[in-house]
């Protein structure tokens, strides 16, 4: 593929852009290459030679095809998908599309350094 991701390690699919800005904020201060992506479009130009980790919000409007894109790379990086508490038919739908993990915002939120940590180096 091609438009290098930058060597990035952590890609954020995510329409939240304050959200996806304290995710990659969180990645830089663990020296961990990321970048932040808003359209499925975008996310299958990149190059995902790299990617360890996606990290994929389920309130974008692409999240499903998002985490089944990134399911299907030979490379098989995790796929950890983030959900609003009250909806549990993302979570179902998450899980359906192949993410290797599903969790609610509150609990991503507090697990996220650890997933950062896991693809360091």
């Known amino acids: 593929m091609s ?3 930058g060597g990035a390690r952590v890609v954020v699919f995510s ?3 304050i959200f996806s800005t304290k995710i990659t904020g969180t990645c830089k ?7 932040a992506l808003t359209r499925l479009g ?3 130009t990149i190059n995902t030679d790299d990617l360890k980790l996606a990290l994929i919000d389920m309130d ?3 999240a499903v095809g998002a985490i ?4 299907g790379l030979s490379n098989k990086p995790d796929v950890v998908a983030f959900y609003s ?11 359906a599309a192949g993410a290797t993990q599903v969790m609610t915002r509150s609990k991503f939120v507090d697990e996220l350094p ?5 693809v360091r180096g």
């Open 42 to 44: 975008r996310l299958t």
């Open 15 to 17: 329409t939240d852009m």
């Open 29 to 35: 201060s663990l020296e961990v290459p990321a970048r």
């Open 68 to 71: 089944e894109f990134v399911a």
């Open 85 to 95: 508490h009250v909806r549990g038919d993302l979570r179902e739908a998450a899980q």
């Open 60 to 62: 974008a409007d692409e």
């Open 3 to 5: 438009d290098g991701a």
């Open 114 to 118: 650890g997933l950062i940590e896991g």
